[in-house]
C-alpha cells in the first residue's frame, strides 16, 4: 500500500506516493526526477548517495523516503545558481577533482556540509571526513585540493 508524502527538495515540493519501504534514494531520482544522487553500494559504505538533510549529510539509501517527509533536502542539483556552479562544483573542475563521476554528488555534498559547518576545517579532519566516501579513480589527492580551493574562494566572498 502506497503513502502520500510531499518531500521538500532544493527549496520545492514534490507530492509523491510511494511504498513505505522505498528508500530516499529511490524516491529521489525516480519519483522526483532528480538523478543526481547516485546509487553505489546501497548499504550506505560508498556516499555516492549522500545528500544533506535539515543541514546534515545524510546516505539516501539508508534512510526510506516517508522519514524525509517535513525535512528540508539538498541535493547536488540545488547547488547550482541557476546556470552558475557553486564555489565547489567550479572547484572540482579546475582541480581534476572527477574522473568518472559517479561518486561526485556525493563528495559534493559531503564538502558543501562541511564547509558550511567549518570553512576553516583542518586539513586532518578534511581528509578524514572525505575518506568516508569512496572513489576508484581520482586517489582523493585532488578532490581535497579541489574542497580548499572553494573554501578559500569562499572565504573571501565574505
Known sequence: MKQD?????????????????????????????????HLGCEHGVCGACTIIADGEPLRACLMFAVQAEGMQVRTVEGLAKGNEWSPLQKAFVEHHGLQCGYCTPGFLMLATSALEENPQIGDDELRDLLSSNLCRCTGYENIVKAVRAAAAEMEAAR
Open 5 to 37: 508524502l510531499t518531500l521538500h527538495v532544493n527549496g520545492r515540493g514534490y507530492d509523491i506516493s510511494v511504498e513505505p519501504r522505498k528508500t530516499l534514494a529511490d524516491a529521489l531520482r525516480d519519483d522526483c526526477g532528480l538523478t543526481g544522487t
